[in-house]
């Protein structure tokens, strides 16, 4: 039973959640992902409307929920609630950089 508890952290760790994802994001890499893949629908810098006006400027995201838990939704392929939104499927890096730079947004 000891030895099981023990190994609950280390699970936690190796599978990596939201917060582990977003500890090595680098943000320039991921305004760079960002300009690529979400500029064309959404605002993705700290002034500025959405070309898309359906579409949430990134730095408003901040004000709905912690972006740490965009990096699940990411991980899984942000889906839910997002009609006109393609899908993406990003690697655990690029979703680190993306929510580092959305981090950026909030000050
Ligand atoms: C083709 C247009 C389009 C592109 C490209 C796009 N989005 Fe969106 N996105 C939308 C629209 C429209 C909404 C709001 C409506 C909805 O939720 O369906 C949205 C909503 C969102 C939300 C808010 C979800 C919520 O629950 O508040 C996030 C976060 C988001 N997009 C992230 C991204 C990221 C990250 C990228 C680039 C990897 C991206 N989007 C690319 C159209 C787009």
């Given amino acids: 039973m000891l030895s099981l508890l023990r190994l609950v952290p280390a699970v936690v760790i190796l599978c ?9 994001g680098r943000p320039e890499s991921g305004r760079a992902l960002a300009q690529a893949n979400c500029a064309r629908c959404h605002a993705i810098g700290r002034t500025g409307s959405s070309p898309l006006a359906a579409a949430p ?15 699940e939704a990411l991980a899984e392929g942000i889906e839910t609630g997002h009609a006109v939104m393609p899908e993406f499927q990003l690697g655990q890096t690029q979703i ?5 730079y959305l981090k950026t947004l909030e000050r």
């Fill in 16 to 24: 990596g959640g939201p917060a582990a994802l977003a500890r090595d």
């Fill in 96 to 100: 680190a950089d993306l929510v580092a």
């Fill in 57 to 71: 400027p990134f730095r408003a995201i901040h004000q709905r929920y912690p972006v740490e838990q965009l990096a």
